[in-house]
Nanobody
Framework: QVQLVESGGGLVQAGGSLRLSCAAS????????MAWFRQAAGKEREFVAV????????FVADSVKGRFSISRDNDKNTGYLQMNSLKPEDTAVYYC?????????????????WGKGTQVTVSS
């Protein structure tokens, strides 16, 4: 089992920045691929970014490319999502997810463990 807890969300003006954190406990975080998803009100959850076990591969969705970046610190059992140049359309609940093993899938069904989410609100 892996437990995930997100933090760092909040209210920010358009053009601002936030850094989300995902603290992991339980089984070795370093053996799990980690991803971020988001869900806006009334919409389906969508993929944001993924990072592989030893940070060899990172991939972000086209909608956030050039603005968001994903990283991880396996020594701290923590993953991060740096969000810059935020837009009102980035407003959503952001979820951290993890799966055992390699690969970098972008669909939520591929992930076993989920946090409860953190709200990000971007005002115009």
């Amino acid at each position: 089992q892996v437990q995930l807890v997100e933090s760092g969300g909040g209210l920010v003006q358009a053009g601002g920045s936030l850094r989300l954190s995902c603290a992991a406990s339980g089984r070795a975080f370093s053996t799990h691929t980690m991803a971020w998803f988001r869900q806006a009100a009334g919409k389906e959850r969508e993929f944001v970014a993924v990072i592989t076990i030893y940070s060899r591969v990172t991939f972000v969705a086209d909608s956030v490319k050039g603005r968001f970046s994903i990283s991880r610190d396996n020594d701290k059992n923590t993953g991060y999502l740096q969000m810059n140049s935020l837009k009102p359309e980035d407003t959503a609940v952001y979820y951290c997810a993890a799966r055992l093993g390699a690969g970098f899938p972008n669909h939520e069904r591929e992930y076993t463990y989920w946090g409860k989410g953190t709200q990000v609100t971007v005002s115009s």
